[in-house]
């Protein structure tokens, strides 16, 4: 079922409603026109003085289109052409080589898919990382809203970011911004004036950090298949001295971690990082079956909660991972982490999202908020067992509201 929000003030009421920041409803009411919530709350109280249209969506659920805060449209092509590893360098030498082999055409044609898969596993914003800038007019024209992050890679730190930037333009629906690719990519120097830059336009700053082993044992040490790979690539700086530090502590030398950094996988991350990243307020943003697919470990989400952090979700891209749903990565923290409640878990995969991204009328239902909604099935007698299978098992059927 897809539902576009009339021009005219619409009621539109379900058996349960799930504002996110709010306690859920039972027999809930929006009022949505012009693509804006303008009241939400239990039926009797949003219908009173109410005279328009009403909607009735039955035995629904209605909560807020998900967040997938990470990934790389650009990279849907790779989906089925690399296989799940256990050596994180080889995939990166896989993906560099096969990244030759695809044509512009199938590149485009695949970003289209994995839009398309996006918005029918109900994702409503996207923090796209991308190198070339392709999916930037795909996303202008999809109903989708998203920070789109030009990614730098470059360890010698040669590029001239005044040149990089000359195309950047801000549009209310994709915001632009630019993003390191990770510690081991992108010279220090490079990392900071990125990161002087969208403090300067207020901009979200996001990069991969922790993601593996060697990732870790390149910056204590300088050496490993991270540094034969610089090698091999032609991104050896010869006057390169290890920072010596695990990549949060190296991060923070920089000065680059505060409440608009989003550090994604975090899987090796000690409780000493975290603690840190609690500490400066960083957002971490978690793709756990990207994580499974690269064989690099789980990241500690019990302790981030404990530690006040926010992660948000992301799916990576179709390098690393069969699809492109928010729900699938829900079920999977679930599987590991069976504690994980329903609340949490939704959190994570909305209103944290959406302020990790810096858009804050997005990930919640609330008036004032933009009417980016899923439309699910709610047969069953509690809400609570209705929960407790959405994020175990990712819907069949996923309606949407919005306009
Ligand atoms: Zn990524």
Request: aromatic share 8%.
């Amino acid at each position: 079922m897809e539902l576009r929000i009339s021009k005219r003030p619409t009621l539109y009421r379900s058996k349960y409603l799930l504002p996110i920041i709010k306690e859920p409803v039972e027999n809930g009411a929006i009022i949505a026109t012009e693509g804006l919530i303008i009241d939400s709350g239990p039926y009797k109280q949003v219908k009173k003085g109410f005279i328009g249209e009403e909607v009735d969506l039955g035995h629904s659920l209605l909560l807020p289109a998900l967040v997938n805060a990470h990934t790389h449209i650009e990279l849907s092509a790779f989906k089925w052409r690399l296989s799940p590893t256990s050596s994180f360098v080889s995939w990166i030498k896989k993906l560099i080589r096969l990244r030759q082999e695809i044509t512009p055409e199938e590149y485009i044609k695949s970003a289209r898919l994995g839009l398309k898969e996006m918005w029918q596993a109900g994702i409503g914003l996207i923090g796209d990382h991308g190198n070339t800038g392709l999916s930037v007019p795909l996303l202008k024209d999809s109903p989708f809203r998203a920070v789109f992050f030009r990614e730098v890679i470059d360890f010698q730190g040669r590029t001239n970011l005044k040149e990089f930037l000359k195309d950047q333009l801000s549009d209310p629906k994709v915001v632009l911004s630019l993003a390191p690719h990770a510690p081991y990519t992108v010279s220090p120097i490079l990392m900071q004036a990125i990161k002087k830059w969208t403090q300067k336009y207020r901009l979200p700053f996001s990069l991969h950090v922790a993601e593996s082993p060697e990732e870790v044992e390149f910056l204590l040490h300088g050496k490993g298949p991270i540094k034969e790979l610089l090698k091999e690539r032609g991104q050896w700086p010869s006057s390169f001295v290890a920072p010596g530090l695990r990549p949060v502590f190296y991060l923070d030398r920089l000065e680059i971690l505060d409440e608009n950094t989003i550090c994604v996988h975090l899987t090796q991350a000690s409780s000493q990082e975290l603690a840190l990243l609690a500490k400066r307020k960083a957002k971490p943003c978690l793709c756990p079956r990207s994580n499974t697919f690269l064989g690099v470990g789980f990241p500690q989400v019990e302790e981030m909660l404990a530690l006040g952090l926010e992660p948000c979700l992301g799916t990576d891209s179709l390098a690393s991972n069969d699809y492109l749903s928010i729900f699938a990565e829900i079920a999977a923290l679930k599987q590991y982490f069976p504690a994980l409640s329903p609340d949490i878990l939704l959190k994570m995969a909305t209103w944290w999202g959406a302020k990790a991204l810096k858009q804050k009328d997005m990930g919640y239902i609330d008036k004032g908020a933009i009417a980016d909604l899923l439309i699910l099935p709610a047969e069953g007698e509690k809400l609570e067992h209705i929960l407790e299978e959405l994020v175990t098992k990712p819907p069949q059927q996923i309606g949407r509201l919005y306009g």
